[in-house]
């Protein structure tokens, strides 16, 4: 399921509201597990490029970093 969502999240990436939908949605989708390791690929995929939209979905999810 991470594998995928990852590929959804790649795929919108060039659409700023797009991304931070999906994001949102497979952040309540996921394990904490699985959003702590999502949290850690997206800021080193997109942390550059949407740095604002990452931390503003990451704060509200239930990952302790």
Do not use: H, P
């Not at 590929?7 to 939908?21: D, G, H, N, R």
């Not at 394990?31 to 604002?52: H, K, P």
Request: glycine letters at 2%; aromatic letters at 14%; one cysteine or more.
């Amino acid at each position: 399921m991470l594998e995928y969502q990852k590929m959804i999240i790649q795929k919108v990436s060039f659409s700023k509201m797009l991304f931070e939908k999906e994001l949102r949605k497979t952040i309540a989708l996921l394990t904490s597990n699985e959003v702590f390791e999502l949290r850690n690929w997206a800021i080193s995929q997109f942390g550059q490029l949407y740095y604002d939209i990452l931390q503003r979905c990451f704060a509200s999810s239930r990952v302790v970093a």
